[in-house]
Nanobody, 115 residues
Framework: VQLQASGGGLVQAGGSLSLSCAAF????????VFWYRQPPMKQRELVASINRKSTTAYGDMLEGRFTISRDSAKNTVYLQMNSLEPEDTALYFC??????????WGRGTQVTVSS
């Protein structure tokens, strides 16, 4: 089982990035999938989630700029990030969890927003 996060990069403030969390070995429809981020020298924080019923939730102050979605055909969960700010600079991880099943983490993709 592998979660492969990708799509990070360097972008100017106000720009956009789309992150992907591609799942291999599990069906993302059976899991709640979360995006977390860890800024430099700070604790990891929840960015967004989408559960098995496709209900979405967002971290504080992120809804409206960030959108999480799932493409079941591609077995991938996306995080669309708009109006990026330097404070969004972080390593972004995805996680898949489901009751009665193991929890899986991706390795992370770096997002750097320049001012």
């Amino acid at each position: 089982v592998q979660l492969q996060a990708s799509g990070g990069g360097l972008v100017q403030a106000g720009g956009s990035l789309s992150l992907s969390c591609a799942a291999f070995g599990i069906d993302v429809r059976l899991y709640d999938v979360f995006w977390y981020r860890q800024p430099p020298m700070k604790q990891r924080e929840l960015v967004a989630s989408i559960n098995r019923k496709s209900t979405t939730a967002y971290g504080d102050m992120l809804e409206g700029r960030f959108t999480i979605s799932r493409d079941s055909a591609k077995n991938t969960v996306y995080l669309q990030m708009n109006s990026l700010e330097p404070e969004d600079t972080a390593l972004y991880f995805c996680k898949a969890s489901s009751p009665g099943r193991p929890t899986y983490w991706g390795r992370g993709t770096q997002v750097t927003v320049s001012s």
